[in-house]
C-alpha cells in the first residue's frame, strides 16, 4: 500500500457517476493486509504514512495493555482510570482502543446514565462506588462523579451549595481511594472550540454517530466559557499529589489515543515491558495538572488563547 488517502470511491449502480460512495476502512485494516501481494479479486488502495504509523504504534500499546492485564492478573492490582473533558473531546474512543483486546472479564467500562430518583437522595459519591475495582480489574469511568465539578453547576442540575461541597469533598474521597491502594489516573481530554463544533457537524451528518448527540451538547458551544471557569475551579480544588490531574490535548484524536495510552503504561510496573523511552508521551499532548492551572492563570481573561 501506497501514502496516500485512507478513503477510496466505489461506485454502484447503472449510473456511476452519481452513485459514488465513500468507503472508510476499518481501523487496523491497512497493517493488516500491509503485505497483501496484488492479484485477481484484490484492489488497490491508497493509505496515508501517517495513519499505517499510527496503527503499528496502537497494536504496540495494545499489546502492552495486555501484559499489564496478565500482571494485574496475577498480583492483584486495582487500576481505576477517569476520562473527563467537553462534549467530543475524544474520551470514548480513546477508551474503545484501550480495552478492544483486553478481557472483558477483568475490563470494565463505566458510563453512568443521569441518576434516579433515589440516587438523587443518596450521598452523592455512592453511586460510584459499586463500580470500584476489584483485584485484578481495570475500571474506566467515561465520566465520573466530576459531572458534579463541570456540567452539573453549567447547566443548573445542582445547587451552587452542592457544587462547592463537592469540591472540598472530592480530594478526600480520592484520597481513600489511593491510600487503600487504588491505582487512580485522573485524565482530561482538552479539545479546542474549532474542532468540537467540527466534531458536533460531523455527528450531525453522520448516522452512526448521531446516537452521540444530546440536548446538553446542543449547548456546549454557547456555553464555553461558562465551562472554562467550572474547569479551572475543578483544577484548582482537586489537582492533588496523590490524585493529580493529566491533560490530554486531543485536537488530534491519534495523537491523543497514543499519548494517553503511552502515559498510562509508564506508570505501572509490569513483566517484560517496554523500554521507557517507547513508551514515553509527548509533552505537547500530555500536560501536567499543575501547568495547566498556570495556563489557565495566565489567560482566563483571554478565552480565545485558552485550551478547551
Request: proline share 4%.
Amino acid at each position: 500500500m501506497a501514502a496516500g488517502n485512507t478513503a477510496h470511491k466505489k461506485k454502484t449502480g447503472d449510473n456511476a457517476a452519481n452513485n459514488a460512495v465513500s468507503i472508510e476502512l476499518l481501523e487496523g485494516s491497512s497493517l493488516k493486509y500491509k503485505k497483501v501481494k496484488p492479484g485477481r479479486g484484490t484492489r488497490k488502495l491508497w493509505i496515508k504514512t501517517t495513519h499505517l504509523q499510527y496503527e503499528i504504534e496502537l497494536k504496540k500499546l495494545q499489546i502492552e495493555l495486555m501484559k499489564l492485564q496478565k500482571h494485574m492478573q496475577a498480583t492483584g492490582m486495582r487500576v481505576l482510570a477517569i476520562f473527563e473533558g467537553r462534549d467530543a473531546a475524544g474520551k470514548g474512543g480513546t477508551i474503545k482502543r484501550i480495552t478492544a483486546f483486553l478481557n472483558p472479564r477483568l475490563t470494565k467500562v463505566i458510563a453512568l446514565a443521569r441518576p434516579s430518583d433515589t440516587e438523587m437522595t443518596q450521598w452523592y459519591f455512592q453511586r460510584y462506588v459499586p463500580h470500584l475495582p476489584a483485584a485484578g480489574e481495570l475500571v474506566l469511568f467515561d465520566r465520573s462523579w466530576y459531572n458534579r465539578a463541570m456540567v452539573e453547576p453549567v447547566m443548573n442540575f445542582c445547587t451552587d451549595e452542592q457544587h462547592k461541597r463537592f469540591l472540598k469533598d472530592v480530594s478526600l474521597f480520592e484520597e481513600m481511594l489511593v491510600k487503600d491502594g487504588i491505582k487512580l489516573f485522573k485524565f482530561y481530554f482538552s479539545v479546542s472550540k474549532a474542532e468540537q463544533a467540527k466534531r458536533f457537524a460531523a455527528r450531525a451528518t453522520d448516522p452512526l454517530k448521531q446516537y452521540k448527540l444530546s440536548p446538553v451538547d446542543t449547548l456546549a458551544q454557547k456555553l464555553w466559557d461558562k465551562y472554562s471557569v467550572k474547569k479551572f475551579q475543578m483544577l484548582n480544588e482537586s489537582n492533588r499529589t496523590l490524585s493529580p490531574w493529566t491533560i490530554i490535548r486531543s485536537d488530534n484524536k491519534k495523537k491523543a489515543r497514543t499519548n494517553c495510552m503511552k502515559y498510562l503504561l509508564s506508570r505501572l510496573e509490569y513483566e517484560k515491558k517496554l523500554p521507557a523511552a517507547e513508551l514515553r508521551p509527548d509533552p505537547s499532548i500530555v500536560v501536567s495538572g499543575i501547568d495547566e492551572i498556570k495556563h489557565m492563570e495566565q489567560n482566563l481573561f483571554s478565552p480565545k488563547t485558552l485550551h478547551g
